[in-house]
T-cell receptor, first 117, second 119 residues
């Protein structure tokens, strides 16, 4: 059973550059989430997909951020014109809703650590 | 607005000691869900437990136990006979009822408590 996979593990970029991260969820999971975590803080919700539909976006997600899940499988998160404040761990999670249960448990990847210089 | 407070930033114990991690939450929802996640040094958050607001029974799973008290809005986590492998950051999280359209409700995490268990 392979877990949630994220690539790359680390990314260093210069301010103003664009970056893209990839997440491969657990294969049968139709729900996918992106979170951001900064040092000493808990994860903050960014966005949520059910299959290929992006159903929720946080107000934290500025116009420079865009996420896609084109075929309902893997997802990409792109940050355009990166700023130093974008430096954080970007976490992806997936889940499979179980009938009768709301807010099912999430399976997280190890994250992509972004450093913007 | 929802809020989760984990007042303990860091706890250090010696192996075999019992330790309790505190979690206090705020919500206006009558239906809500509480979670604990563990984040080891590898970075991958691992689900430990989910509890809904209508189930106030305490739960025990091996060395782990959880005490849910609605009267004090607390959902505390106790590790009995701690082990070095328990060293991690532990997050308490809260969500409301799932949205009608999205089927999901945002998880609000606390800032976490770092637990260091030394041999």
């Amino acid at each position: 059973d392979t877990g949630v996979s994220q690539d790359p593990r680390h990314k260093i970029t210069k301010r103003g550059q664009n970056v893209t991260f990839r997440c491969d969820p657990i294969s049968e999971h139709n729900r996918l989430y992106w979170y951001r975590q900064t040092l000493g803080q808990g994860p903050e919700f960014l966005t949520y997909f059910q299959n290929e539909a992006q159903l929720e976006k946080s107000r934290l997600l500025s116009d420079r951020f865009s996420a896609e899940r084109p075929k309902g499988s893997f997802s990409t998160l792109e940050i355009q014109r990166t700023e130093q404040g974008d430096s954080a761990m970007y976490l992806c999670a997936s889940s499979l809703p179980i009938q009768g249960f709301a807010n099912e448990k999430l399976f997280f990847g190890s994250g992509t650590q972004l450093s913007v210089l | 607005a929802q809020k989760v407070t984990q007042a303990q930033t860091e706890i250090s114990v010696v192996e075999k000691e019992d330790v309790t991690l505190d979690c206090v939450y705020e919500t206006r929802d009558t239906t809500y869900y509480l979670f604990w996640y563990k984040q080891p040094p590898s970075g991958e958050l691992v689900f430990l437990i989910r509890r809904n607001s209508f189930d106030e029974q305490n739960e025990i799973s091996g060395r782990y136990s959880w005490n849910f008290q609605k009267s004090t809005s607390s959902f505390n986590f106790t590790i009995t006979a701690s082990q070095v492998v328990d060293s991690a950051v532990y997050f308490c999280a809260l969500s409301g009822p799932p949205g009608m359209n999205s089927g999901y409700s945002t998880l609000t995490f606390g800032k976490g408590t770092m637990l260091l268990v030394s041999p």
